[in-house]
């Protein structure tokens, strides 16, 4: 009998039990018990998770129950209000640099940046970001995770979204409230933006460390300007995978240390590129060749040197278009408030206010400030001055050490402003701020506050008196030994730089040697009229209560003085037909945006006639072709139609020149900080200065020759006509006028032409002793007098309604009176005769010396009683004589006559005398003898007479 097989009773015997009744009911039992366990377990779990779910979502909820809804407007304000540094432009749009910051930022368009750094910030940073919804709820949990089990490794769950929520709306504080709030807007943030302006907005606000010169950046465009000195639209893979490095550790990673200077180690930056490149490639953003050829690359070949910031190349051009752009938003944000210009000078509190927020702006903004500075002329100009050898010598000064308080000897070098201007358009086009800006922060051409000197007699006087009608070009004025000065009436005030003075001058020519008695004589003759207000118009501000009463004024004598600026500004309204057009450097702003906040509009304001301008014109031209300036000619490289005015100050302490021609207008101050004599040895200050000037103008013209040099010259206006006067009086010629040589032709406004002929010369006699002319007296004999013209004896003090106590000054200096005599010039009779003189012979040569009494004005010669010759005092006191016997007899200005001289006997008269004398002096011998001997015997008789009656 066949055995069954083994595994058949297995098999039967495991169907068996499957099928047997009682191990079914088993199973069933088993089954049902598994299902309810397991079926609770579900229950509780899901019934838990909604519990937590619920707590956690009560908790979220709670977190962020006080952020209010945010609309698109408030979000879109706050993602994008990200601080972003100005830019400063010179002219023609040439960059000059950013304003400092503390953080330099500039804004870039998402399309203006290389896909390498796209790629390379989303692969490293978030790499669902095209896919999320603004949060990864994984990355999230994992997040917390980490918190709550506080490990060691802390991988963040923050998107780009997220990271772009902290930076611009929240703050860095770690919390889950903040996280929750995070969380919240940045889902919200999804909804109103899409996914490359959220990136455009994240590019824009992350930090990345320091540039080349040490200084923070944040932006991909900044990184990339300040790292590799290109743009973040032509970074390289390897440079973008560098900087979408960075923002994990900014100042770990940056290659760069504070003082600007390359890391020594570089390792933790480099490892952090290698990390984001690993991830590029992992992502396939990159190729694997591309991948090998980046970890292959040396990075550090591309970090570039540092970049001066334009504070630093720059420093007063910098610090001036920026505070004059403060002054200007300010305006505009005070005027957006209904505020005025007029409101913010009149207080200060306001004003500061309003500047303090545009300081802000001005940092934060991101605006394009375009300066009318042009780069070339400028940079010429500051190398012009740096290699100057026309300085004087550093002079000590003692100043306050700052930190021990003590007096301490510096030595102060001669400092120097000077500023170009367009005269059309009131365009500063450069200014030197001085030698060393850095030195004292001092910008001497525009805040520097100067007496001005001279220079402010055509703007104060002349000018004024024209334009008022007192004065024209050819009227004539005292340069005299006066007395101006109210509060010191006994003293002689002002006085000349040359300490002398100059008699009768025309106001042309006393501008042209820049004489100060005859601006002080005609200012105080338009006082009355307020010529300050001219001031004031031309844009001066300095101005101070008592300049308004002061006579000194006239010649430059403020209480504080001007700036460079100010005072060059003020002659440009010459050239300008009499309108004064301000000054201004900032041309435009610009937001970020490209739209214009600001431009410069040109506001001219009327001060002068075009007639008063041209006559003060034409009379400054004399200052530079043969006046104070006139050195400058020879120093000029070309030839224009220059006009202008040199200005010295009391004690020397500065020196001016300023001119204008058809187009521009230029000024140059030289001086100590501390006001000290500018005199030293060798070449004078004024030459100095003047010298300076014209380098400096030089230097210009190289740049721009037909701004310097244009072609056309100053046009005379309508309404001036030409007109001969007398230059003693400016008056109409009289034929003594003519006689004397003193009709000169000048320039008038119509309506001002003298219409009184000259009265200031008559007929006189007049006598000559050394060269000197003095008034005759109706007795002077006509022997020693001569016929001549004189003034009129009431013609000064008609003419300038003073009395001058020695007019012989009028002639000294001013070879056309030197044949006029002067009414003060006299001999005073002494009132007797004069006494005799002795005289002696040489020869047949009768000599005398010159008589001691003033009055004395000739001598007589007479001969055997009878005069033969008259000889004026002052000739030669001397008679060649013939035989005879002679006497001289001295005559005053009355014409009475001294008692006869000793005689002098000349020739066979004087041998007869000698003979005649002779036999005199025997006879009065014999008589002599004959009256001794009668006395003799008369007496004899006496005594005999006498001895009887004893």
Not at 398 to 413: A, G, L, R
Request: hydrophobic share 35%; net charge negative; with cysteine.
């Amino acid at each position: 009998m066949n055995e069954r097989p083994k595994w058949k009773n297995a098999l039967n015997h495991f169907k068996n039990f499957f099928t047997n009744k009682r191990t079914i009911k088993g199973a069933r039992v088993t089954y049902e018990v598994t299902w309810n366990v397991t079926l609770l377990f579900i229950i509780i779990i899901v019934i838990g998770g909604a519990f937590g779910l619920g707590i956690g979502a009560g908790y979220f909820a709670s977190l962020v129950k006080d952020e209010p809804i945010r609309p698109y407007a408030s979000m879109q304000k706050e993602i994008y209000n990200y601080e972003e540094t100005s830019e400063l432009y010179f002219a023609n749009n040439d960059f000059l640099g950013k304003v400092p910051t503390d953080l330099e930022r500039e804004e870039v368009k998402i399309k203006d940046v290389s896909s390498y750094l796209k790629d390379a910030v989303i692969a490293t940073e978030d790499e669902n970001f095209y896919t999320h919804n603004g949060v990864v709820p994984k990355a999230i949990f994992r997040a917390l995770f980490q918190e709550v089990a506080n490990t060691s490794t802390q991988s963040g769950g923050s998107t780009l979204t997220q990271q772009l929520i902290k930076n611009q709306i929240l703050t860095n504080e770690v919390s889950f409230e903040r996280k929750a709030k995070e969380i919240l807007l940045a889902l919200r943030l999804e909804k109103f933006f899409d996914k490359d302006e959220i990136l455009e907005a994240y590019l824009n606000v992350s930090t990345f460390g320091r540039n080349s010169s040490g200084r923070n950046i944040a932006g991909v465009q900044a990184a990339a300007n300040g790292i590799f000195g290109v743009e973040a639209k032509d970074l390289t893979l390897p440079q973008a995978a560098f900087i979408a490095g960075l923002p994990q550790s900014p100042f770990g990673y940056t290659p760069f240390t504070q003082e600007g200077k390359l890391k020594k180690n570089l390792e933790p930056g480099l490892n952090r590129m290698k990390t984001v490149l690993n991830r590029m490639y992992d992502q396939e953003k990159i190729s694997k060749k591309e991948y090998e050829a980046a970890i292959a690359y040396d990075i550090t070949e591309d970090f570039i040197g540092p970049k001066k910031s334009p504070i630093e190349e720059y420093p007063a051009l910098t610090i001036e278009i920026q505070q004059r752009s403060i002054e200007i938003i300010a305006e505009l944000l005070a005027k957006e408030d209904g505020y005025t210009k007029e409101d913010l000078q009149a207080d200060d509190i306001l004003a500061e206010q309003y500047n303090i927020i545009a300081d802000r702006q001005i940092h934060q903004n991101g605006y394009k400030i375009h300066s009318t500075i042009n780069k070339k002329i400028y940079d010429i100009q500051q190398e012009t001055v740096k290699n100057s050898q026309l300085f004087g010598p550093d002079k000590p000064q003692q100043v306050i050490d700052p930190e021990t308080n003590e007096k301490v000897t510096i030595m102060e070098p001669v400092e120097t402003g000077a500023i170009l201007i367009e005269n059309k358009t009131g365009a500063i086009i450069s200014f030197v701020g001085g030698r060393d800006y850095n030195r004292e922060a001092t910008n001497h051409a525009t805040s520097s506050v100067r007496p001005n000197g001279s220079t402010m007699k055509p703007l104060l006087v002349y000018a004024p008196a024209i334009e008022l009608g007192t004065l024209s070009p050819g009227s004539v004025l005292p340069d005299l030994p006066l007395k101006l000065n109210p509060s010191t009436p006994g003293k002689v005030w002002p006085n000349n730089y040359d300490f002398r003075f100059h008699g009768l001058v025309t106001a042309r020519y006393a501008l042209q040697q820049s004489y100060n008695v005859p601006a002080v004589k005609a200012y105080i003759d338009i006082m009355p009229q307020n010529p300050m207000k001219y001031l004031e118009k031309m844009g001066i501000t300095t101005l101070d209560e008592q300049d308004y009463s002061t006579r000194s004024a006239a010649i430059g004598g403020l209480s504080y003085g001007l700036t460079v600026e100010e005072n060059t500004n003020a002659f440009s309204t010459f050239a300008n037909s009499g309108k004064h057009i301000d000054a201004y450097m900032i041309e435009k702003i610009e937001d970020k945006d490209g739209n214009i906040i600001y431009q410069h509009e040109v506001q001219p304001v009327d001060v002068f006639s075009p007639q008063t301008a041209y006559l003060t014109l034409d009379m400054m031209r004399d200052v530079i072709n043969q006046g104070t300036a006139a050195a400058v000619n020879g120093r000029l490289k070309f030839h224009s139609d220059w006009a202008g005015k040199t200005g010295t100050t009391q004690d020397l302490n500065d020196s001016w020149l300023i001119a204008t021609n058809p187009n521009v207008t230029f000024g140059v101050w030289t001086g100590y900080d501390t006001p000290k004599s500018l005199e030293t040895s060798g070449l004078s200050y004024s030459k100095r200065n003047n010298y300076l000037w014209a380098d400096l103008l030089n230097a210009a013209y190289d740049i721009a020759p037909e701004l310097i040099d244009p072609s056309e010259t100053f046009k005379m206006p309508g309404g001036i006509v030409r007109q001969s006067v007398c230059s003693i009086s400016g008056l109409l010629p009289s034929e003594g006028c003519s006689k004397a040589g003193l009709v000169t032709t000048d320039l008038f406004k119509s309506g001002t032409v003298p219409s009184k002929k000259d009265d200031s010369l008559v007929a006189g006699k007049y006598v000559e002793i050394n060269n000197k002319k003095y008034m005759a007296l109706d007795s002077t004999p006509s022997e020693f007098a001569e016929e001549g013209l004189m003034l009129n004896p009431d013609y000064i003090e008609k003419l300038f309604g003073i009395r001058i106590s020695d007019s012989s000054i009028l002639s000294e200096n001013n070879s056309k009176l030197k044949n006029l005599i002067i009414p003060n010039n006299k001999i005073e009779d002494n009132g007797k005769a004069p006494n005799a003189l002795k005289i002696s012979q040489k020869g047949d040569t009768i000599t005398w010396s010159k008589h001691n009494e003033k009055d004395v004005i000739g001598y007589r010669v007479y001969k055997d009683g009878k005069k033969v010759q008259s000889i004026k005092a002052g000739n030669t006191l001397s008679f060649k004589a013939s035989n005879g016997t002679f006497i001289v007899k001295a005559v005053d200005i009355a014409g009475k006559e001294s008692k006869a001289s000793n005689e002098i006997v000349i020739g066979k008269v004087q041998e007869e005398q000698k003979e005649e004398k002779s036999d005199n002096k025997k006879e009065n011998n014999e008589e002599n003898t004959k009256q001794e001997n009668q006395q003799n015997n008369a007496e004899q008789t006496k005594d005999d007479g006498e001895k009887e009656n004893n």
